[in-house]
C-alpha cells in the first residue's frame, strides 16, 4: 500500500505555492518522470496518451485543410542552418551538436534540429520546380531540442515534442492566408477540446520567431495569473526562399520566389492542461481529451453481482473510454487516485445501487453527484460528458476575464502587473524601447496585439507618444 | 508536364536490374528523397502515410494486448550506455555523440539513442518496486540513430523510424510468453495487413541482438530471392536488471530481479512492401495498408455530368479511401502516375458509361478490367479489395515456397546459394565456425531456426557433425 499512500497525501495547496502545486501533480499524476538526462523529461502513459489525443485530434484538422504529414532528418548540418542570417543568430546558441559519430570526428559539426525551417528550404529547393507544384502544405510530428538553462516539465524542456507545419506557396496573400488559418485552427482545437480560451494576436517584431516576417501567437491565461504562449504561426514572406533559392515558374514563365509560412505547437499545451484546469486534488481533464472519461469504482466489489454489473455499465459506455477499477485497494483510494490523474466522471456501482437499478456519477470538476438509472446511462454521462466540458471552457473564460485589467496611465500599468495577476491590456507606441522599460520596470512582456483591438487612450501607457496598438501584456511562462 | 513525363518514363525492369529498380521506384514514386545530411532520407508524403497506417494497425494491437507508449529522451549519457557490457560492445561503434551544448563542451558526452534499452532500465529502477507494479508493457514510437557505411533508402539508413517495446516482468515463464506474443503479433500483423507471409524463428547466438538471452526473427523473401529480417523481438532474462539493479518486492516479500523484453520494427518494412509486391510499372500496394485504395480517373472529365458523376461514385465509397483525380492531365499520364503509387484499384468513369450506368474498375497487380453497375459499385468494390489483399498474400507465399531449397549435402548448399535465389533450409550443428565458414563460401548468413522444425537429415550441413536444429539460411538485405 506505500505507493497508494503516497498518491493520496495532500499536494501542496495551488494557493500557498502554484509552482510546487505543478510540480506535485505533474508527479502524483504520474504524467512525467525526471530522466538521468539534464533537462529531459520522461512522458510516462498518462502524459504521452494526452499528447497522442491532441495529435490525433489536431492531424485529422490539419488533413481536413490538406495538410500532407513528411519526416525529415533530426540533423542539420552547420552550414546549411547558417543560411539565413536571423534564424541562425536566434538558434545557434541553443543547440546540441554531433561531432563524432562511427567512431570518427566529423569533418563538419551537426546539430540536433532544434526547429526545421532550414531542412524544409533545402527540401522545398529540390521539389518545387513550377506553380503546379505549389502550394506544398507539408507538417511533421517530432521531437527537437533546445538547450534551456532552467527547465520545467512540459513547459521548457531540453528536448520536447511537437508538430511543425512548414508551407511553400506561389502568393504573399495565400501565405498569409494560412498563417491566420492555422493559427484559427490551433485557437479553435484549444477552446473545443481542451477547453482553454485562446487570445489570438500578432507578436511585436521584439517577440517574433528568429527570421520570421510576421508571428502570430494565442495566448491563454493561467489559474495563477501567469500568460503561456501556446502556439505560434509564421509568415516568413520570401525571406527564406530568397537565401535558399526555392523559385517556380508561374503561369506567365516567369520565375518567383516562393513565400512560406511555418506554425507549431508542442507539448506545453499539456502544461496548460494542468494549470488552467487543476485543483487542490489534482488534475482536471477535460472529457474531449481525457485518454480515461469515465472509471467506473465497485463498491463491495466481492459481493456476487457487483463486478458483473460494474462491466455492464462498460459495455453500456462502449461510446467512451471507460475503466472499471477492480484493484484490491478500497474504495476511498480508488476516488482519491482517479482524482488526482483528473479522471472527469467517477460512477459508484455497489449492491444497495444495484437493487435500485441505480449508479451514482460524479463530476471530477464540481464533485457533483448525479443519481443515474442505469436504463439510461449512457445517455445521462453523454449528456454530463458535454455539460462538463462547456462549463469547464466558460469557467476558464470568466477565470481569464476577471483576471484582465486595463490600464492608461503607467501608474496604472504597474499596479495592475504587480498587484493584479493577469493579462493587462494597455496601448503601445510601437518602440521596441518601451517593451524593454516595461520589461525591466515589471517583468511584464508583450504578449501580443490582439486581433480584437480596442482604443483605450490615444497613448503609449509607458512613453505617452501616439499608441499604435492595443496590447495585452503580462507576465508569462 | 515535364514533372509528368518524368514519371511515366520506363523504371529500370526488375529481372535487368533489381537495386536500380528499387531505387527507381522509391523515387519515382515519391516515397522518400534524399537529403543533404549524408545516409538521412526524407519521408515524402506517400511514404510517410504508409508508415502512418503501420503505426495505426499496429498501435491498436499492441494496446489490445495492454502495452502503454511512453516517450523517453534521444540521449544516452556513455555512463548509462556503459552498464551493460554486452550492449555497449554491440553498439558504441556505431553511434552519434553529442559533445557540445548550448554554446560548451559537454562534461560527459551523449549519444543520439540507437536503441533505448539502458534509458528503459534506468527508469524500470526508478518505478518499479512492488509485484504490484509489474508487469510494465511500455513501448515508444520514435527515431533512432546508428552511423552505417553503406545505407539504402527504409532499408538502412543513419536515422530510421520505428518502435520500441520494453517490458518487465516478475517471471522469466510471463518474459518469454511477451517475446513470442509479440513476435507472432508482428507476423500476422504482416500476414493480414502487408500480405507479407513470413518465416518465424530463432536466431542463433551469432545473430542475437547485444545483450539478448534469445532473440526471435520474422524473415520474409524479397522478389529478388533475399531474405529480410523485418521484426525481431528479445528476451533478455534478467542480464540487464542485474546490471541496472531493477528489483521488486515479491508476494512473499522476498527481493527479486526482473525479467524483461524489448520487440521492434521499423520503417524497413516499407521496403519488403515495395520488394514483395512491385513490378516493371513500379509499386503495388496491398489494399488494407494503402492511404489511397481507390482512385477515380474521369474519363472526358470537361464533358458535362463526368466529374459528378465520379464525385458521386466517391461519395458511395465513403467506406474506402478514395481520390478522385480531376488534374488536368490525360487519362493516360494519370493512369501511369497512380500505377507507379502502387493505388490498388483504379476506376475509370466516361460519358459512355455513364450512359450504361457502370463504371470500369482495374487492379493494380492483375491488370484485371471488371465492369461494375454503378448501382453496386460499393459492394463490388470491397469485394476486389478483399480478394486482391488475398491474392497478394498467396502470390507472395507461393514465390516464397517455390524460391525454397532444401539442401542436405554441402555441395547442394552451395550450388542453391548460388543458384537459386531463395531460402535455403538445411541441418546445422549449432557451432559458431559451421556460421561463419558457410558466411565466407557463400555470403549467406542464418536466417533463424523456425518454430517449425523439419528433420532433413541426422548432420550439419557444413562440418557433418550431429545436427542440433534447421536452420533457414539466405543472402539477406
Redesign the interface.
Known amino acids: 500500500m ?2 497508494d499512500k503516497k498518491l493520496v497525501e495532500e499536494i501542496t495547496s495551488m494557493d500557498e505555492d502554484f509552482t510546487q502545486w505543478y510540480t506535485d501533480v505533474v508527479k502524483k499524476a504520474e504524467l512525467m ?1 525526471y ?3 539534464r533537462g ?6 498518462l502524459g ?2 494526452l ?2 489525443n491532441i495529435q490525433k485530434e489536431l492531424d485529422r484538422r490539419f488533413k481536413e485543410t490538406g495538410v ?10 552547420e552550414s ?1 542552418l547558417n543560411k539565413e542570417k536571423d534564424h541562425v543568430e536566434g538558434f545557434a ?11 570518427a570526428k566529423l569533418q563538419e ?2 546539430c ?1 534540429r532544434p526547429t526545421s525551417e532550414t ?1 524544409f528550404c ?2 522545398y529547393k ?2 518545387i ?2 506553380h ?2 505549389l502550394p506544398k502544405n ?1 507538417n511533421q510530428w ?2 527537437v ?1 533546445r ?1 534551456e ?1 532552467t527547465t520545467r516539465p512540459f513547459l521548457r524542456s531540453m ?1 520536447f ?1 511537437w508538430q511543425e507545419g512548414h508551407t511553400a506557396h506561389a502568393t504573399a496573400e495565400e501565405a498569409e492566408e494560412r498563417t491566420i488559418q492555422m493559427l484559427n485552427l490551433y485557437a479553435d482545437f484549444c477552446e473545443q477540446i481542451l477547453a482553454i480560451p485562446m487570445i489570438k494576436g500578432k507578436k511585436t517584431d521584439k517577440e517574433k520567431f528568429a527570421g520570421a516576417e510576421a508571428t502570430y501567437t494565442i495566448e491563454a491565461l493561467m489559474h495563477d495569473g501567469k500568460a503561456l504562449q501556446s502556439g505560434t504561426s509564421h509568415n516568413f514572406g520570401d525571406g527564406f526562399a530568397k537565401a535558399f533559392g526555392i523559385q517556380y515558374t508561374s503561369k506567365e514563365n516567369k520565375l518567383e520566389y516562393v513565400h512560406q509560412t511555418s506554425w507549431g505547437v508542442t507539448t506545453r499545451l499539456i502544461g496548460a492542461i494542468i494549470m488552467v484546469h487543476g485543483d487542490n486534488s489534482g488534475l482536471v481533464l477535460p472529457p474531449r481529451i481525457a485518454p480515461t472519461q469515465v472509471v467506473i469504482v465497485p463498491i463491495r466489489q466481492n459481493q456476487e453481482g457487483v463486478l458483473d454489473k460494474a462491466h455492464e455499465i462498460e459495455e453500456k459506455l462502449g461510446a467512451f473510454s471507460v475503466k472499471v477499477d477492480d484493484s484490491d485497494k478500497s474504495p476511498g483510494w480508488k476516488f482519491a487516485e482517479h482524482e488526482m490523474k483528473g479522471v472527469p466522471i467517477r460512477i459508484e456501482i455497489g449492491p444497495k445501487d444495484i437493487e435500485n437499478n441505480q449508479c451514482v456519477a460524479v463530476r471530477r470538476d464540481t464533485r457533483e453527484k448525479t443519481v443515474i438509472s442505469l436504463d439510461d446511462v449512457d445517455a445521462e454521462i453523454a449528456k454530463l460528458l458535454e455539460t462538463m466540458q462547456a462549463d469547464m471552457l466558460e469557467r476558464a473564460r470568466t477565470h481569464r476575464d476577471e483576471h484582465t485589467t486595463t490600464a492608461v496611465t503607467y501608474d496604472e500599468f504597474k499596479d495592475a502587473i504587480e498587484n493584479k495577476p493577469g493579462f493587462v491590456k494597455a496601448m503601445w507606441c510601437g518602440d521596441e524601447e518601451c517593451e524593454k522599460k516595461i520589461k525591466e520596470d515589471t517583468t511584464a512582456t508583450s504578449r501580443c496585439m490582439p486581433f480584437n483591438q480596442e482604443k483605450l487612450s490615444d497613448v503609449c501607457v509607458c512613453c505617452g507618444k501616439p499608441a499604435k496598438a492595443m496590447v495585452y501584456w503580462g507576465k508569462a511562462y
Chains 1, 2 share one sequence.
Open positions: 506505500a505507493k518522470s530522466s538521468s538526462i529531459c523529461m520522461i512522458f510516462r502513459p504521452y496518451a499528447w497522442e500532407e504529414n513528411v519526416y525529415l532528418p533530426m540533423f542539420i548540418p546549411l546558441p541553443e543547440v546540441a551538436w554531433v561531432t563524432e559519430g562511427g567512431g559539426r551537426m540536433v531542412l533545402d527540401f529540390d521539389i520546380e513550377s503546379r507544384d507539408y517530432c521531437s531540442v538547450w538553462k528536448e515534442l
